[in-house]
T-cell receptor
């Protein structure tokens, strides 16, 4: 049973524009959320995280928004760059749990 | 050093072979993980070691045997695997605390023939 869902398998965006990636979760007990980026033949690389006590976290071009009532989070990348072309995974933690529950991933393609 | 190093990068093994995957980190992390990722699927947790002791086994078949010889090394011993075990095996490490990011290695692409 997939508790973290990324319903858009792919996203194409023009260079310089905003990329918005969405993630929904079903378990209201999740209290920590992370975004990872993955290039082919490489492991996932941590991008940004957010605790459930916050609704926004920003790091450079990356901003994550959390809407707990909707059990929804999103990652905004502004401006999008060609090097951002990768698979992006949303992940979530339960309290006092090391296990990361991953979404299926969204493949982002940034067009020149 | 923020790297998690996995060897080998690629491995092809027969169903009767015994092989080992290796993982090393020098970030002082005392939690280490094995994940399995099938094509077009998210990574799935297999094992968690905390302070060199196995703390989580996600009901993984015994043909996969983890080992944590010291705080920097994590091994995954493989024996009598099936073709459906072919996947990308990812090692990760983190601080021993919840709500922290895990650092992943580049993975070992395993093919069982």
């Amino acid at each position: 049973d997939q508790q973290v869902k990324q319903n858009s398998p792919s996203l194409s965006v023009q260079e310089g524009r905003i990329s918005i990636l969405n993630c929904d979760y079903t378990n209201s007990m999740f209290d920590y959320f992370l975004w990872y980026k993955k290039y082919p033949a490489e492991g996932p690389t941590f991008l940004i995280s957010i605790s459930s006590i916050k609704d926004k976290n920003e790091d450079g071009r990356f901003t994550v928004f959390l809407n707990k009532s909707a059990k929804h989070l999103s990652l905004h990348i502004v401006p999008s760059q060609p090097g951002d072309s990768a698979v992006y995974f949303c992940a979530a933690n339960l309290p006092n749990d090391y296990k990361l529950s991953f979404g299926a991933g969204t493949t982002v393609t940034v067009r020149a | 050093d923020t790297e998690v190093t996995q060897t080998p990068k690629h491995l092809v093994m027969g169903m009767t072979n015994k092989k080992s995957l290796k993982c090393e980190q020098h970030m002082g992390h005392r939690a280490m993980y094995w994940y399995k990722q099938k094509a077009k699927k998210p990574p799935e947790l297999m094992f968690v070691y905390s302070y060199e002791k196995l703390s989580i086994n996600e009901s993984v078949p015994s043909r996969f045997s983890p080992e944590c010889p010291n705080s920097s090394l994590l091994n995954l011993h493989l024996h009598a695997l099936q073709p459906e075990d072919s996947a990308l095996y990812l090692c990760a490490s983190s601080q021993v605390q919840v709500n922290t990011e895990a650092f992943f290695g580049q993975g070992t692409r395993l093919t069982v023939v």
